[in-house]
């Protein structure tokens, strides 16, 4: 029987108001890929995933290959990858959400949230706050002194924060001298957020950062693969790292300092993160979110500002703000930047020490021109 003329009518027009969004998708691809393509070049164990979130949707791609259960395949959105120091940003949140609680204060010492035994350095009789463990101006070194002389008498130099633990950590604070006055200049600092992790999981009464994380922000974000312990099901998942000569390296683990890079996560996760963020996703976090990406400190580049961990950068040929965060540890680099003014996002997991923030920044100027079109 045939079907009914209106019956073939809306199918025509469905079809017809598919075309231009499946042809702008492909166009899209088409971009990523001219942009992925050249950066895959002499790297074949080279494994990555490239999300993007917009208005209109988001799509995942894969490249390269990565190696799960002896397979080589294409990595996907299941596949799971170190993030680094985007860690930060889940970090900068959860203070900002225990401030909206009446948990701490921004100007709280952090000495009045650590457990016993942590004792943080002074100067010029002033405490390091909060505050300046999330702007990065705490004067704290940017990692413990000598951590790689360190790993080098541990089972895994590959893998230096390991075996440092908590008892290592109160021997550092004990020694450490302050590199400037406290509050008077940005210096990145994975010691001082992962200092800052102590400070918050003991002001909620957590037994850990995780538990602390993952009950504050990451449950209520729905975000199931970001962890920082994996379960069986979640390693098999987990994309092997490489070094840049692509040797394949240990993954790092983290004995105490886990806040500021001890996270592993998927790109549809980040893009989750992404749209909670915009606004595209109802969340119980949009005023922390807002509080964590003000512009706390400025960091001595041009139009650069840190806010609570997250960092803001100013696009000027674009007029356009990046709100982003980076990672990188010994086998993995990451990438994760938005476009507030247009919705624009993207996320790039890699399983290899090859920087991918150029990608990140161009794929996020790309699909800004494309959007204003």
């Not at 397979?71 to 596949?79: F, I």
């Not at 350095?121 to 990692?143: E, F, G, K, M, Y």
């Not at 990046?322 to 540890?329: A, L, R, S």
């Not at 086998?331 to 090859?354: A, D």
């Amino acid at each position: 029987m045939p079907l009914p003329l209106g019956t073939i009518v809306a199918a025509i027009l469905g079809i017809m108001w598919l075309m231009p969004a499946a042809s702008r998708a492909a166009d899209i691809k088409s971009a990523i890929d001219e942009i992925i393509t050249p950066f895959l070049e002499d790297k074949p164990y080279l494994g990555l995933v490239v999300g993007i979130t917009q208005s209109t949707g988001r799509e995942i791609l894969g490249y390269g290959h990565v190696t799960l259960a002896g397979e080589r395949q294409t990595p996907d959105g299941e596949t799971l990858f170190e993030i680094g120091s985007i860690t930060k940003a889940f970090t900068g949140t959860l203070l900002a959400d225990q401030v909206l609680a009446g948990t701490v204060r921004l100007d709280d010492p952090v000495q009045k949230h650590l457990p016993d035994g942590l004792t943080v350095p002074r100067r010029n009789d002033r405490d390091i706050t909060l505050l300046h463990l999330a702007t990065h101006t705490s004067s704290l070194p940017v990692q413990p002194p000598l951590i790689g002389l360190f790993a080098l008498t541990t089972k895994d130099p590959s893998n230096p924060y390991a075996e440092y633990g908590l008892d290592h950590l109160k021997e550092t604070l004990m020694q450490i001298q302050l590199s400037g006055p406290i509050g008077s200049q940005f210096d990145y600092s994975n010691l001082g957020v992962g200092l800052l992790g102590h400070a918050l999981a003991h002001a909620a009464g957590a037994e850990s950062y995780e538990d602390a994380l993952i009950r504050q922000i990451v449950e209520p974000l729905e975000l199931a693969d970001t962890r920082i312990e994996l379960s069986d099901e979640q390693k098999k998942r987990f994309s092997p790292g490489h070094d840049r000569s692509g040797k394949e390296t240990s993954g790092w683990t983290f004995a105490c300092l886990e806040a500021c890079g001890g996270l592993r996560s998927t790109v549809p996760d980040l893009l989750d993160l992404i749209d909670a963020v915009l606004g595209r996703r109802k969340t119980t976090l949009t005023e922390a979110f807002q509080m964590a990406q003000e512009r706390w400190r400025e960091t001595g580049q041009k139009g650069e500002f840190v806010g609570l961990c997250w960092m803001r950068q100013k696009i000027p040929e674009a007029d356009r703000t990046m709100i982003w965060h980076n990672g990188g540890t010994g086998g993995y680099r990451s990438f994760l930047g938005f476009l507030p003014e247009t919705g624009v996002g993207v996320v790039i997991l890699s399983n290899s020490s090859h920087s991918v923030d150029a990608l990140g920044v161009e794929i996020l100027k790309k699909l800004d021109d494309e959007d204003q079109k």
